[in-house]
């Protein structure tokens, strides 16, 4: 019979693949799960604890699309400046008459 398991519950049982080194066959044998359940469950934590170290904060696709939309905007802008500044040198080195 199948049941829900709490977020808290699937983390719990990653820290003790992840931090405490059990198995995770032994583990999803003990709680009644598949092993790739606990398998998932695991890989989910690895990357939840890479994003903290990261300071990653970025989870969806839309988010991540958003930010990559913000820095190709900076870089063109900072391109236009880039081209104006070189326009002025030009300008300002050119011999007075």
Same mark, same amino acid.
Do not use: C
């Given at each position: !019979? ?16 992840? =931090? %405490? ?8 044998? =003990? ?5 790739? *359940? ?9 990357? +939840?604890?890479?994003? %903290? ?6 989870? *969806?696709?839309?988010? !991540? =699309?958003?930010? +990559?939309?913000?820095?190709?905007? +900076? !870089?063109?802008?900072? =391109?236009? %400046?880039? %081209?104006?500044?070189?326009?002025? !040198? ?5 011999? +007075?008459?």
């Amino acid at each position: !019979m199948s049941y829900h398991v709490s977020p808290e519950y699937k983390e719990y049982i990653a820290k003790l693949v992840e =931090e %405490e080194g059990h198995s995770q066959r032994d583990l999803a044998e =003990e709680i009644g799960k598949h092993r790739a *359940t606990v398998g998932k469950w695991v890989k989910a934590y690895r990357l +939840k604890v890479a994003r %903290e170290r990261s300071g990653d904060i970025l989870s *969806t696709p839309g988010e !991540m =699309e958003a930010v +990559k939309r913000a820095y190709e905007k +900076k !870089m063109r802008d900072l =391109e236009e %400046e880039n %081209e104006i500044l070189k326009k002025a !040198m030009h300008i300002f080195t050119q011999p +007075k008459p």
